[in-house]
Structures are given as structure tokens and as C-alpha cells.
């Protein structure tokens, strides 16, 4: 991390890991900013026997000293905000305005937008389910693209705010009543149930966009966190299951208002193995005792939901795009650790797709559904990665399967995490 600007990504479908390597390189880091997404992510860290699940604040909080910066491309929900105030503090981490800034642009997720959110998907049947978390998250981005949104800086106006809300209702409440058939939201109301959270949001409040601008002139390095992962991307990703932000590297300087950069290094996190949570396409998903052994060594339940984690074989062509999108110049590869005693490993190396073989994730909406795996076998270890702190500790076997995803991807595989703790982590 000798340059300035370091953006970590998730390069598959979420779930990758990113809280702990972002964990690992906030140590170098001076300031670290989130750029896009809501609470429906959740970074999980571990540090000696404390495991703390951040959902909204960036997970470089947990290192003192450290600025950390909440950008105009999140949409926030204060109350949850409030209360990982409260989780930290519990952790012996009392977090004070001078270490975290929310930006005055961010939109705030309100009562009906996490009403509408599971209002919707309960209506939705079958394979029309994208599987929400139900956070609100859609709704909220759909109110700031139809210019209704409330941000952060309204709270600093009751009257505005009030006003906000209300523009915001009027639609709305045309549907909850007539198409979802449920209780109508009064401005009012709203306006009583969020005070408390939107009182301790106050002090927060900055420009994100100068801070990190004088960063710059500081030559401090900044570190730009992602959330989700690429194939989640809304232009990128599996569409229509996908969220509702552009979750690639590009866009980190819209999510912060940083202006047009290049960043000096971008880190793509990619898990050894597939995993994703809630509905979608999902080639090299494993329905057999593989997928429950990489499930349960794993720990695969969502850190946001609970929900279990659909397992399955590495996926070098989703891969392939995730490196199209991103131009990473390193990857960190998690839960190497989670694929040992598997004695035989696949990679997924194409498709084929109505009668021809691509290398690529076919273009057309739901085209993932349609492909068929083309497999390529390499043999596993049997050794505990747990304790192993240098490459030439790893087994060969687990040598030669990162070298054959560099390899493939051209892309060198730098970090290797071989355990949740923040010291089970192999540094190339």
C-alpha cells in the first residue's frame, strides 16, 4: 500500500470476506470509506476471540486512530446505524464524531421503505423472488432516483424533512393501501419514530467529498470499501438478482465524490470456493455432500440475513468478468482452509451455452440459467492450513490451485486468508 488509493471489491456474488481483508490493509490505511450498498452487507470480523458483524459503519473502525467516512452512494438506515454505535461501544468502542463522517448526501432509508421492500416480495412467487433482504435498500435508491429522496442533511430541517416525507408518502401510500392492501404511513408518525436516531446522526455529518480531498493534499493513503460483490453489480451483475447499486471498483469516485481517479491498486476478494445467498442463477452450485461439506466447514450463513449460504465450485469464467469490470491488480483469496480434505477439486474453466462454449457469462438476462459447466479436476489436500503463515508451507496441492487461478485470470493472488482471525492470513 505505498499509493494513495486502494479500493477493495467482493468479486463474486457477496459473502467473500471483504470485512477481514479490508481489516487487514486498514492497518497501512489512514482514512477508509464505504462507497455504495446499505446495511443489507455484512462484514464479519474476527479479532482474538471477539467476533464483530459491521453492517453500515467500515469495518476499519475497529482499528484506532483510523478515519472512517460514510459516502453519498450508501443509503443509510439510522436506526441501524445507532445501533452498531451501540454494538461497538459494548465491544469497549466508543466511537466518536472525529473518527466518523457521513456524508450530507446520503440517503436515508426509511419505515416504508423497509415496508415496501417485503411488501414486494411477498407478493413475488417462485423464481420471481430476487431473495431481499428486506432491508429497504431498492426502495431507498428508487426514491433518490426519482428525486424524492431524503438525505442525510434534510435532518438538519424539521420542516424540510417533514415536508420530504410527505412528498415521499404520497405514492407510496396509493399503494400500500389499493395494491398491497396494508395500513397507510402518517408523516407524523414517521417523523416521531426516527427522531431519536436521526438526534444522534446529527453530530456525524460532514462533507465526505472535502475530507477525503484533504486527505490528498496530506498524501494520506485512503482505502475505498466496497460491498456485495461484482455479479450483484445493477449493470454488472446476474440481473434482475442483483442490488440496487453499482458495486464495482469504477465506482468508488461517484460513491464518494472524489472526482475522476485511477486507484493506484485495486484488491478483488474472491472466496476459494462459490457461494450465494437468496435467489439467482448459480452454475456450479453443489446439491450433494460437497456442498454440505463446504457449507458446514465454511460456516456459510449470511451475515445480514442468517440465511444459509448455496456452496458450490469455483467459477473462473464469473471470474474472468469480475477481472473485466474491475481491472484488479491483486486478489485476496479467502477460505483457502475450507476446501481441505476434498480430495478431488473442480474449477469451472467455461460453459457451454446453446450448442457453443463461452468463456464468458452469456449476456442476456437469466443466460446463467442455461449453461451447462465445462470442469476441469485438480486434486486436493488433506493438510490443516490453519497455522500456515508462508507459500512455501501451503501443500502443493494448494500451490498449484491458486497458481492455476492466477494463471487463468492473470491476476496475481497476493493475500491467502486460511482462517476467520485476522492472523491466519498469508501475505505474498
Given at each position: ?170 405514492e407510496k401510500n396509493v ?203 485438480m486434486p486436493g489436500w ?47
Open positions: 500500500m505505498e499509493k494513495s488509493n486502494l479500493v477493495v471489491v467482493g468479486g463474486q456474488w457477496g459473502d467473500e470476506g471483504k470485512g477481514k481483508i479490508v481489516d487487514l490493509l486498514t492497518e497501512k490505511a489512514d482514512m477508509v470509506v464505504r462507497f455504495q450498498g446499505g446495511n443489507n452487507a455484512g462484514h464479519t470480523v474476527v479479532v482474538g476471540d471477539k467476533k464483530i458483524i459491521l453492517h453500515l459503519i467500515p469495518s476499519g473502525i475497529l482499528h484506532s486512530g483510523k478515519k472512517c467516512l460514510i459516502g453519498n452512494g450508501v443509503v443509510l438506515d439510522p436506526e441501524v446505524f445507532c445501533q452498531e454505535l451501540d454494538t461497538l461501544q459494548e465491544s469497549g468502542l466508543s466511537i466518536s464524531p472525529d473518527r466518523l463522517k457521513v456524508s450530507y448526501k446520503t440517503h436515508l432509508i426509511l419505515p416504508y421503505h423497509k415496508k415496501i421492500d417485503g411488501l414486494r416480495e411477498t407478493k413475488k412467487s417462485g423464481q420471481e423472488k430476487i431473495g431481499t433482504t428486506g432491508r429497504g435498500i431498492g426502495p431507498a435508491y428508487e426514491d433518490k432516483v426519482a428525486r424524492i429522496g431524503v438525505r442525510a442533511a434534510d435532518i438538519l430541517d424539521q420542516t424540510f424533512l417533514r415536508k420530504k416525507i410527505n412528498n415521499g408518502l404520497k399503494l400500500f393501501k389499493h395494491y398491497f392492501e396494508a395500513g397507510v404511513f402518517n408523516p407524523d408518525d414517521i417523523m416521531a419514530e426516527i427522531l431519536p436516531w436521526t438526534e444522534r446522526l446529527i453530530p456525524f455529518l460532514a462533507d465526505v467529498s472535502a475530507q477525503i480531498q484533504q486527505g490528498r493534499k496530506n498524501d494520506q493513503i485512503i482505502l475505498f470499501e466496497g460491498a456485495q460483490g461484482t455479479h450483484l453489480d445493477i449493470d454488472h451483475g446476474t440481473y434482475p438478482f442483483v442490488t440496487s447499486s453499482n458495486t464495482v471498483a469504477g465506482n468508488a469516485a461517484a460513491g464518494t465524490g472524489s472526482g475522476v481517479f485511477s486507484p493506484d491498486k485495486v484488491v478483488a476478494v474472491v472466496k476459494a470456493y462459490s457461494t450465494r445467498v437468496g435467489s439467482g442463477p448459480f452454475p456450479t452450485e453443489l446439491f450433494d455432500n460437497t456442498g454440505a461439506i463446504l457449507q458446514q466447514q465454511g460456516a456459510e450463513f449470511g451475515a445480514t440475513t442468517g440465511r444459509k449460504r448455496r456452496c458450490g465450485w469455483l467459477d473462473l469464467a464469473v471470474m474472468r468478468e469480475s477481472v473485466r469490470v474491475n481491472n484488479p491488480r491483486e486478489i485476496a483469496l479467502t477460505k483457502l482452509d475450507v476446501l481441505t480434505g476434498i480430495n478431488e477439486l473442480k474449477l469451472c474453466v467455461g460453459y457451454l451455452y446453446k450448442g457453443e462454449q463461452y468463456d464468458w457469462p452469456p449476456q442476456v438476462e437469466n443466460g446463467l440459467y442455461d449453461v451447462e459447466p465445462i470442469y476441469e479436476s488433506e493438510e490443516d492450513l490453519s497455522q500456515v503463515k508462508k507459500w512455501d508451507q501451503l501443500p502443493l496441492a494448494a500451490q498449484n490451485y491458486i497458481q492455476r487461478i492466477e494463471n487463468d485470470l492473470e491476476v496475481k493472488v497476493a493475500i491467502v486468508s486460511v482462517g476467520p482471525d485476522r492472523e491466519q492470513t498469508l501475505v505474498r
